[in-house]
Every structure is written in structure tokens, then in C-alpha cells.
């Protein structure tokens, strides 16, 4: 059974996630999430839990995995859950209705609804001598009822019995309820008023529930009371998830403590799960050494329980944003051991190394663990398993072995777990070294013309297994990026060719990737390409030699037109140098860039000189880094020669 705190169930009211719900019968991976959290409990005969959603008014039923399997509405309010000791029943408290609502638990279908003649409740339940108990009433007159469900309403005999509450048990508060299996006809109440807390243990397996112990104090014995759970094969109860308070003669004493808790839930062997903050810890009873804990995040847990058959916990964990979702947590009963594995850091091929570490747990281990060691590395991709090994009585461990592959070396060392520890596995790597090798890639800093097929041959040495070789190229510029042209296995003398189509300064690389004894290695080399440039003159009325030197001749008012075409990119510009011959020689007259259209031409007005006799020269040229980018290497056309006369 489960207990919750009042405190906890009004802070959460406040939530924002809605309930996940789907068709009766039908499985889905939806988790269960839900806003205001109105009870949790779990069926061992369906293996099932049910969750209320206090805000949507609704329970849902989810399979053991947390997965939403039916959802049934019209239990407003519902503020906590009950289950019927043959699990064939779910009983919701409906605090807005006033009623007690039985359901199917196979189907999810109502099968009766029981009034409870009050304003105030019900609030708590819980299932105890064939009957349900819940709690009602405010904080200046909490009270006891039951609902008898063996008792026909048509009968003319109300199921429904108010007022309860044994002689000498004052409760304040609707207080929270608890049982346990273990401990038939006994029942746990339990609440905090405005200046003292109240507790009790009643006897309800007669026609009369009787007084066991009661405590009604000032704060002095457990300073509040938030959450309580009857304790299994003792007489004790559980406050708070960490003060235990034994009873005897109508009396509470504290018995002992856990570290630490704000509520608990407790399986029916005794093992008790403790909520503390962001974490929920599970103990042997009595014990003050963790089993496992769990950490379920910083927005707090809301309620939890036990499945029956102690197999994992169940809890509402708070969400980022409001509400809450069901988790299951496995393996609760289960200590983690701790598992360290330290391998060198680098290693030499086929010289022995040596692996240590430590096996350690809360909860003492087996004599003469041993543990699963696989080695995983290039010879072995899928792990290669190796001689188990021992864990010494300080739980320290070690293992020689001698890697035959280079690489990285992985070992994994796992321990498989027993009846009281959980599986846990750990690995280290190790660099072993490989030898290096020869890998080389020709035509680096080779200047080609404009598109030349060009041949790379990679040639790569002895090595282990591998023959395979990569090769990428790689052209300048953003809009091209680098690709695979060829991978194989290189030839007989150890070379593997590509041909690349140079319209571009490219970066080609050779990739080996290694093998169990050769270390990997990549070369690049880079080879540059020109630009395709040429230029037309026109406007001229001839063309004749001047010497062996032809020309092109234009009257002294005519402006020759320079027309380019160069291997178009966005924003690149063509420069025009223009020469005038004087006394003998050649002199820069001036150099302008101009844009080029996408069309990659570019048409420009030289000018009439308004004299004869001038000789000039012209050319294009497209310069890398100044013509606007970078992805080709410097290229020039050839002169155009230009003669004015009269």
C-alpha cells in the first residue's frame, strides 16, 4: 500500500500537463502524465497501475512500463485510489461528488458509485478487512468512514458507515491512511493540525474499529506529520519517510531513523523507498546504508508506491513547466556496485599491458565474483571475449593481456549482477601505436591551363592488410565543396590514379584509413588552375603589320571597344592593362578592373586620342585576391596590339 502528504497533494493542484488517455483495451507508448495527482496504486493480479488526475477527473490505467493502456472519466476531484485485496477493484475517493467510486479493474467500467452523506470528503482511502476506509471532514474535525462493498444498497442497508473514528484517536485533519499485507486489519492515520500532529494505529478487522496507540502531540515527537506507512513484521510505524515510531501499550516512542526522507512507500518485504529532494532511495529495513537511489530531477516527486511483487517503484515526478508523469523505476531491491576500469593510456603493439580496478557496492557482494573482460579493437570490431577474472576480497582486480592490433584498444569489464546487485559494466581505452606509414600524392604546386584533365596518383607502402586508399578533391570557392572522386585498392606498385578536371585551384587529399598495425594517414597537396581569358577588338577599318607585329588600326577619332570573355564567379572582375610604345619602348599607360556580367564578358570603350602615330597594346588579366576572389590563380591573355592613324 501507499501513503501521501496532505501537504504535497495541495501543492500540487497548481499544475499544468494534461492526462494522456487512449481507448479501453488498446496499448500505446504514451507515459502517463498528468496535472494534479490523485493517487497512485499497482494491481498484482493485471499488472497494472492507476493514476488519478484530481484536475481532469479522471484515473487511467497504465501497464508496468508507465505506458497508458485505458483512461475512464467523471471522477471529479479524485484525490486518492484504492485496490481491493483480489485486485479486481479500484476504489477513487471523488472529493467534488462526494462519493466513492468503484471500478472495474480489468475494464475500467463503473461499477457503483457509493454517497458519502458529507461536505468534507472524502479524502484518503485505503483497503483493509473487506472494506474501504477513507478519511473526511476539515482541519478542526477529521473523521473515519467505510464502505462495506459485500452490502446490497437495495437491501435497505447504507454500505456507506460515518464516524468511525475509535474512541480516544482525535484526528484534526481528513488524515492519510496506510496498510500493509503483512499486517491484516490494521490500519495507519496520520495528519498535521495547526498547532500539533496527530497519529494512530486502529484495529478495524471487528465490527467496530478499536484503539492500538495514539499520539497526539505538540511537533515534539516527529515535528509534523507529512506522510505515514505502516511497517511491515513490526510494530512501527514510518513518518515521514525517514522517523520510524514504535508503539506499544496505546503508546509512541522513535525507534530509529533514516538518513534522510520526506515521504516513503514500503513493499510488502519491508524494503522502504524514501523521497528525499530530487532523489528516491531505496532500504533494507532498518538499515542506514542505501540499496540503490535513483535521481528523478528538481521538480520533486508527488506520490509513489510499490509494485506488489516488489519488481519496481512507481512515481509521480515532476515535470519542467507543471504536472507530472509516471515513471518506472527498476530493479529497486537491486544495490549498483561501483566498477572502475584503469588501462594505460598508450600501449605498445604486442607488448603485454596491464588493466586494474575495483568492484564496490552498499551492500556486500558475493565471495569470488568474476568478471566478463572483452577486448574490442581493429582485429576484433564486435569484441573478443577474454578470460574472466577474479574480484580479490577488497574487491580490487587485474588482468594482464598483449594487444595484437594497434588503434584504439578498448576493454570493457562487466560484472552480471545477483540475486541482490544489479548488472554494472565499465571500459577504459587504450592508444596502442602503429607503425607508420608511407603515403604520398604527387603534382602538388603544379600550375594548369583552364579545365586541363589532370592525373593525382597516390602511392602507398608496405603495410599491414589494408590496400585501400581515398582520394577527395577539393575545389576553391564556397559554393563547391569537397568530394570523394575515387576509393580502391591501389595496384600492384602501390597506386591508385584520379583524374581532375582543373577549373579551379583544388586541394587534393589521399586517405588511408589504417589497420590493425599501420596507423592511419592523409597527405594533401594543392595544384592551381587559370582562368579561361581572351579578349576581341573591334571598330578598327584593318588589320596590318607593323615589323612582324600585327595590328590593329584605327582612325585617330575612332574609340576601339575591348570586349573580354573570362570564366564567370560571382563578383569577379577582369583588369585591362593598356601600353603606349614611345622612343622605343613600352610604358604602362594605365590598369583598370571592370565587373563581368554572368555572361563572363565584360565590354569596354578605350577612347579616341584625336592624333596619329600612337601605337598601343592591351591585355585582360584576372589577378587572385584582386579580381575579387581567390579561387583561381593568376592569369593573363595575350597582348592585342592597336595603331591610330590619320
Avoid at 502528504?5 to 493542484?13: E, F, N, P, Q, R
Avoid at 496498510?179 to 490500519?187: C, D, F, I, N
Avoid at 582485429?379 to 592490433?405: C, H, I, M, R
Amino acid at each position: 500500500m501507499r501513503s501521501i502528504s496532505t501537504a504535497t497533494a495541495l501543492a500540487v493542484l497548481f499544475g499544468s500537463a494534461a492526462l494522456s488517455v487512449v481507448a479501453a483495451g488498446t496499448a500505446s507508448a504514451a507515459t502517463a502524465n498528468i496535472t494534479s495527482p490523485g493517487g497512485v496504486v499497482a494491481d498484482s493480479a493485471l499488472k497494472r497501475v492507476f493514476v488519478g488526475d484530481s484536475s481532469a477527473g479522471t484515473v487511467a490505467a497504465t501497464d508496468y512500463s508507465g505506458n497508458v493502456l485505458a483512461s475512464v472519466g467523471g471522477i471529479k476531484g479524485v484525490s486518492d485510489l484504492a485496490v481491493s485485496d483480489d485486485g479486481a477493484t479500484i476504489y477513487a475517493a471523488a472529493q467534488e461528488t462526494h462519493e466513492i467510486v468503484a471500478i472495474d479493474a480489468a475494464t475500467l467500467d463503473v461499477k457503483a458509485r457509493y454517497p458519502v452523506a458529507t461536505g468534507k470528503g472524502p479524502r484518503y482511502l485505503a483497503f483493509s478487512a473487506g472494506k474501504v476506509w477513507f478519511t473526511y471532514g476539515d482541519q478542526w474535525s477529521g473523521n473515519l468512514g467505510s464502505v462495506d462493498p459485500a452490502i446490497d444498497p437495495a437491501s435497505g442497508t447504507d454500505p456507506v458507515a460515518l464516524a468511525q473514528m475509535p474512541e480516544g484517536v482525535t484526528i484534526w485533519d481528513p488524515g492519510f491512511l496506510d496498510t500493509a499485507a503483512s499486517r491484516p486489519g490494521l490500519l495507519a492515520i496520520g495528519e498535521t493540525g495547526i498547532s500539533t500532529d496527530s497519529m494512530a494505529v486502529v484495529d478495524v478487522s471487528g465490527a467496530t474499529p478499536q484503539k492500538v496507540a495514539y499520539y497526539g502531540g505538540d511537533y515534539t515527537l516527529n515535528s509534523g506529520i507529512y506522510d505515514i506507512d505502516l511497517v511491515p513484521g513490526a510494530d512501527e510505524l514510518l513518518v515521514n519517510g525517514a522517523v520510524r515510531d514504535a508503539y506499544a501499550d496505546g503508546k509512541f516512542s522513535q525507534a530509529g531513523t533514516y538518513p534522510s526522507g520526506q515521504q516513503a512507500d514500503i513493499a510488502a518485504d519491508g524494503t522502504v523507498a524514501t523521497v528525499s529532494g530530487g532523489t528516491i532511495t531505496t532500504y533494507r529495513p532498518n538499515a542506514t546504508k542505501a540499496i540503490r537511489t535513483y535521481n528523478v530531477g528538481v521538480y520533486g516527486t508527488a506520490d509513489l508506491t510499490w509494485a506488489p511483487d516488489n519488481s519496481r517503484i512507481f512515481a509521480l515526478v515532476g515535470k519542467s513547466g507543471g504536472g507530472y508523469t509516471l515513471k518506472a523505476l527498476t530493479d529497486p531491491e537491486k544495490n549498483v556496485p561501483t566498477l572502475t576500469v584503469n588501462a594505460p593510456s598508450s600501449a605498445t603493439r604486442a607488448k603485454k599491458l596491464t588493466v586494474t580496478g575495483k568492484l564496490s557496492a552498499t551492500v556486500a557482494l558475493p565471495a569470488g565474483v568474476k568478471l566478463q573482460v572483452t577486448r574490442t579493437d581493429l582485429e576484433s570490431p564486435k569484441g573478443k571475449a577474454l578470460p574472466a577474472v577474479t574480484v580479490q576480497a577488497n574487491g580490487a582486480y587485474s588482468f594482464a593481456d598483449t594487444p595484437p592490433a594497434g588503434g584504439t584498444v578498448t576493454y570493457k569489464v562487466a560484472y552480471a549482477g545477483d540475486a541482490g546487485h544489479a548488472a554494472v559494466s565499465a571500459s577504459d581505452k587504450v592508444s596502442v601505436s602503429r607503425a607508420a606509414t608511407s603515403l604520398s600524392l604527387n603534382n602538388n604546386g603544379k600550375l594548369y591551363s583552364y579545365g586541363a584533365d589532370v592525373k593525382f596518383t597516390a602511392h602507398l607502402g608496405k603495410t599491414y592488410k589494408n590496400r585501400t586508399v581515398a582520394i577527395y578533391s577539393d575545389p576553391f570557392g564556397a559554393d563547391k565543396p569537397k568530394k570523394l572522386v575515387k576509393t580502391g585498392k591501389v595496384n600492384s606498385s602501390g597506386n591508385l590514379t584520379v583524374t581532375v578536371d582543373m577549373t579551379r585551384d583544388t586541394a587534393v587529399s589521399a586517405v588511408f584509413a589504417g589497420d590493425a598495425r599501420n596507423a592511419a594517414k592523409t597527405v594533401k597537396v594543392t595544384a592551381y588552375a587559370k582562368v579561361k581569358v581572351s579578349t576581341a577588338i573591334s571598330k578598327h577599318y584593318k588589320t596590318a603589320k607593323i615589323g612582324s607585329t600585327s595590328y590593329y588600326w584605327f582612325h585617330k577619332n575612332t574609340a576601339p571597344i575591348v570586349t573580354t570573355t573570362m570564366t564567370y564567379y560571382p563578383n569577379r572582375q577582369e583588369r585591362l592593362d593598356l601600353q603606349v610604345y614611345y622612343d622605343g619602348r613600352w610604358y604602362d599607360s594605365d590598369s583598370e578592373y571592370f565587373g563581368l556580367g554572368t555572361s563572363g564578358k565584360a565590354a569596354v570603350n578605350l577612347g579616341a586620342p584625336g592624333q596619329s602615330g600612337i601605337k598601343a597594346r592591351i591585355r585582360a588579366a584576372y589577378i587572385n585576391g584582386s579580381s575579387g576572389d581567390n579561387v583561381n590563380s593568376t592569369t593573363y591573355s595575350g597582348w592585342k596590339y592597336i595603331y591610330f592613324s590619320n
